[in-house]
């Protein structure tokens, strides 16, 4: 199950990047100055990713309430609490290995 979650989460995070799986998998070979000279930045790139969770999340919480209201089929619901859980998870790993590098580069002698 995790190998499967983990698949879906490269998926959604290439999709968000907006270059398919194969730029997630293998690159695109551009280096930092040719991508950072494209019109989309890493702050675009990242509006679209919280917005995208936002969304997820309020999908997510409209299956809550119509299932406690019956008007949505139990696995639907848990389908959609299912994704929105591993979105966030995703999320939550890529916040983690930022910082993680931001703290990697504090760290070197200059």
Not at 26 to 38: D, F, H, I, K, V
Not at 53 to 71: D, F, I, M, Y
Not at 72 to 99: C, G, P, Q, W, Y
């Amino acid at each position: 199950m995790s190998v499967l979650r983990a698949m879906d989460a490269s998926n959604a995070y290439s999709q968000a990047l907006g270059k398919g799986a194969s730029a997630v998998s293998g690159g695109n070979g551009m280096s930092a100055r040719e991508a950072l000279s494209g019109g989309n930045g890493f702050g675009d790139m990242l509006k679209s990713v919280v917005t995208d969770v936002s969304q997820v999340t309020k999908v997510s919480e409209k299956a809550a309430v119509a299932g406690l209201n019956r008007q949505m089929d139990l696995t639907d619901v848990v389908s959609a609490v299912s994704n929105a859980e591993m979105v966030l998870d995703t999320v939550v790993a890529v916040r983690d290995k930022v910082i993680q590098a931001y703290q990697e580069i504090v760290r070197m002698p200059i």
